[in-house]
């Protein structure tokens, strides 16, 4: 079952979500929690090349233990083996009292609830462990593709290693972890800090050589998710397509030639819209 997972992610990460004007993959960006285990350990799939691993860490801003301060359930984050020397996880995220929603509250330290509804009437709870703190990076990591679509898989996985914080540095984390530079064994590149990651992203360009997109295509976003497609007049065009900002095609039209102004419009539930053309 391992071999089959680890080929799935290879090729998603190696061939899936393609560049909207190149076509070139850019990778799908797996992400995996490394383990409850407190111990240290190589775990299946956050520790493969392909896929960001992530422990969790405290309020306090140290790695759950079970002597840590912070343990509630006697477990905590496992950790990088004492022999590995290649950083097989990649970092850290809050994953104590993270507030989340439980229908059942069995997900949960500590739950509302009334005497006459055992689950409270708000379905709030409070989440711990590698579960809550993994879908934190892979947020991170959904933002970072927002911001510029082109990114490849691991361009955001290095942005996300660069922009953690190094905490508690020689008390009591090495961030030179059997000679890897700036990685801890409990703490991997650090524990992450959204702003830092995303700060240095920058919006991406479609890098037309040519003429201008605009001369061909226009993509106006009009309100209640309706955009509207312009084609500019006396131009031909062999095929034109339109993605969304996680470059899914969504509209595909081939062999247009437009005497006058062309409007097309279409209804999408998405923040942006991309225009691909073969002249």
């Known amino acids: 079952i391992e071999n089959s997972l680890k080929s799935r992610i290879d090729n998603a990460t190696n061939n899936g979500r393609l560049h909207p004007v190149s076509g070139t993959p850019l990778g ?26 992530v422990g969790w860490s405290d309020p306090d801003d140290y790695r759950v233990s079970q002597s840590g301060n912070w343990n ?19 970092v850290v995220a809050p994953g104590t009292l993270i507030m ?9 330290i500590s739950h509302t609830s009334d005497n006459n509804n055992q689950w409270g009437t708000n379905y709030r709870s409070y989440g711990y462990g590698g579960s809550v703190a993994t ?6 990591a959904a933002m970072a593709i927002e911001k510029n679509y082109t990114l490849s898989y691991g361009a955001i996985r290095d942005y996300i290693r660069n922009g953690a914080d190094k905490v508690h540095v020689n008390n009591p984390y090495n961030y030179n972890f059997n000679g ?15 702003s830092q990651i995303l700060a240095p992203i920058r919006p991406a360009s479609l890098d037309i050589d040519s003429e201008s997109l605009d001369n061909y295509i226009k993509v106006n976003s009009l309100k209640n998710n309706v955009y ?6 006396k131009r031909v065009i062999k095929e034109y397509k339109l993605f969304d900002i996680s470059s899914r095609l969504i509209l595909s039209i081939e062999k247009h030639n437009t005497q006058s102004n062309t409007i097309h419009k279409l209804r999408y539930i998405c923040d942006n819209l991309f225009a691909q053309i073969n002249k």
């Open 72 to 90: 509630l359930f006697n477990n905590g984050s496992t950790f990088t083996p004492n022999n590995s020397n290649v950083p097989l996880y990649d």
């Open 28 to 53: 799908i960006v797996c992400v995996a929690g490394t383990g409850n285990s407190d111990s240290e350990a190589s775990h299946f799939p956050a520790n493969l090349d392909n896929v960001i691993g």
């Open 100 to 108: 989340v929603l439980s229908y059942t509250g069995s997900f949960s």
């Open 180 to 194: 890897i530079n700036g990685y801890s064994q409990e703490m991997f590149f650090g524990r992450v800090n959204c």
């Open 228 to 233: 509207e497609i312009e084609l500019s007049k």
């Open 135 to 140: 879908p934190i990076v892979s947020s991170i």
